[in-house]
T-cell receptor, first 116, second 111 residues
Framework: DVKVTQSSRYLVKRTGEKVFLECVQD?????MFWYRQDPGLGLRLIYF???????EKGDIPEGYSVSREKKERFSLILESASTNQTSMYLC???????????????FGPGTRLTVT | GQNIDQPTEMTATEGAIVQINCTYQ??????LFWYQQHAGEAPTFLSY????GLEEKGRFSSFLSRSKGYSYLLLKELQMKDSASYLC????????????FGAGTRLFVKA
């Protein structure tokens, strides 16, 4: 059974702290993604990676960075947490088999981060 | 710009049929997805369309018209467990596997 795991389900941090969110997948997928999900706004892409050590900015990268040192692991870093980064963070992974296959994304359970 | 529109909420009756529409404007097109998300859970994949037409999978069907930038998800024989959010998403043809999600449609199934 395919699996994407995230390091924490709930996290509470203080303003200004450095925050690490870890994501691990066991499907040998090339692509990994970090989203945040807020009511009424849906899933917004923060960063994605299509290979080890490769990363691309999504739609809202400001205030975030990422690291992908190994194929199975993709980390999201909040350099200095702020209250407007309180959100649900979802990690996902997908294969790259080609256009004729769906290569759908598999999501982790999410991390609900609260910044006070 | 890139934009995906879908209704915010819909209500339907158990046993009925409901159609959830999605319109999109994106930077290129490399497939349209529908995901289901129950409250407090992660999204899960429902369907994929890359060519025009209807894809059927059990009680769920999805339709795509690329020329119109339009898709719909059809749910038949609704069950209470179908109460969830349904997310329309478009994978762009630029920038690798970047996928843009709509805000989702919350479906309430009543008895």
């Amino acid at each position: 059974d395919v699996k994407v795991t995230q390091s924490s389900r709930y996290l509470v941090k203080r303003t200004g702290e450095k925050v690490f969110l870890e994501c691990v997948q066991d499907m040998d997928h090339e692509n990994m993604f970090w989203y945040r999900q807020d009511p009424g706004l849906g899933l917004r892409l923060i960063y994605f990676s299509y290979d080890v050590k490769m990363k691309e900015k999504g739609d809202i990268p400001e205030g975030y960075s990422v690291s992908r040192e190994k194929k199975e692991r993709f980390s999201l870093i909040l350099e200095s947490a702020s209250t407007n980064q309180t959100s649900m963070y979802l990690c996902a992974s997908a294969s790259s088999l080609g256009v004729v296959t769906s290569d759908e994304q598999y999501f982790g359970p999410g991390t609900r981060l609260t910044v006070t | 710009g890139q934009n995906i529109d879908q209704p915010t909420e819909m209500t339907a009756t158990e046993g009925a049929i409901v159609q959830i529409n999605c319109t999109y404007q994106t930077s290129g097109f490399n497939g349209l997805f529908w995901y289901q998300q129950h409250a407090g859970e992660a999204p899960t994949f429902l369907s994929y369309n890359v060519l025009d037409g209807l894809e059927e999978k059990g009680r769920f069907s999805s339709f795509l018209s690329r020329s119109k930038g339009y898709s719909y998800l059809l749910l038949k024989e609704l069950q209470m467990k179908d109460s969830a959010s349904y997310l329309c998403a478009v994978r762009e043809s630029t920038g690798g596997f970047k996928t843009i999600f709509g805000a989702g449609t919350r479906l309430f199934v009543k008895a």
